[in-house]
């Protein structure tokens, strides 16, 4: 069975931190993808990245980095946490042109 | 990739199917459309895409008109587990690009 996992599925930072959100893939895909979702909006790009050591911005990558040291693992950084931060982050991964498998999501809260 | 266009809201009776409409009226040659769902407090589940033909897997089926403007996703039995927001979306397969969510139809299964 496929399966993606986020690190934590509630996490709650101050202003001004570093934020590590870690997403796993066990399916061996190439294309993993940083979400985050919000009430009205929908989902929203933030990073993807199609191999290992590459990324490529989204919609909107502002705020945000992202880091692929091996093909299982994608990670979002936040570098200085803002309130505005404060969302419902999606990981995702997919084989070249398939669908794409999410996780769970992680809600963080920043105050 | 094209947009499309879903009612915001539907319900359905427990056990009738559901009939969930999209419009998709620029939609290119190239482009799949694909259904993902959202249960409360998850990651969006595939479903099932079709380029032209209609399309059928064990979860749903996928009616597409032959001017492919508009589909209709087909859950046929619907259960209180299928209620979620389901989405709509047009896109290239090829490649690691990514999904573009809109708003969806929130579905409730009415016992």
């Known amino acids: 069975d496929v399966k993606v996992t986020q690190s934590s599925r509630y996490l709650v930072k101050r202003t001004g931190e570093k934020v590590f959100l870690e997403c796993v893939q066990d399916?061996?895909?190439?294309?993993m993808f940083w979400y985050r979702q919000d009430p009205g909006l929908g989902l929203r790009l933030i990073y993807f990245?199609?191999?290992?050591?590459?990324?490529e911005k989204g919609d909107i990558p502002e705020g945000y980095s992202v880091s692929r040291e091996k093909k299982e693992r994608f990670s979002l950084i936040l570098e200085s946490a803002s309130t505005n931060q404060t969302s419902m982050y999606l990981c995702a991964s997919s084989l070249s042109g398939d669908e794409q498998y999410f996780g769970p999501g992680t809600r963080l809260t920043v105050t | 990739d094209a947009k499309t266009t879903q009612p915001p809201s539907m319900d359905c009776a427990e056990g009738r199917a559901a009939n969930l409409p999209c419009n998709h009226s620029t939609i290119s040659g190239n482009e799949y459309v694909y259904w993902y769902r959202q249960i409360h407090s998850q990651g969006p589940q595939y479903i099932i895409h079709?380029?032209?033909n209609n399309e059928t897997n064990e979860m749903a089926s996928l009616i597409i008109t032959e001017d492919r403007k508009s589909s209709t996703l087909i859950l046929p039995h619907a259960t209180l587990r299928d209620t979620a927001v389901y989405y709509c979306i047009v896109r290239v397969q090829a490649g690691a690009n990514n999904l573009f969510f809109g708003t969806g139809t929130r579905l409730t299964v009415i016992p």
């Open positions: 079709g380029l032209k």
């Open positions: 399916m061996d895909h190439e294309n």
């Open positions: 990245s199609y191999d290992v050591k590459m990324k």
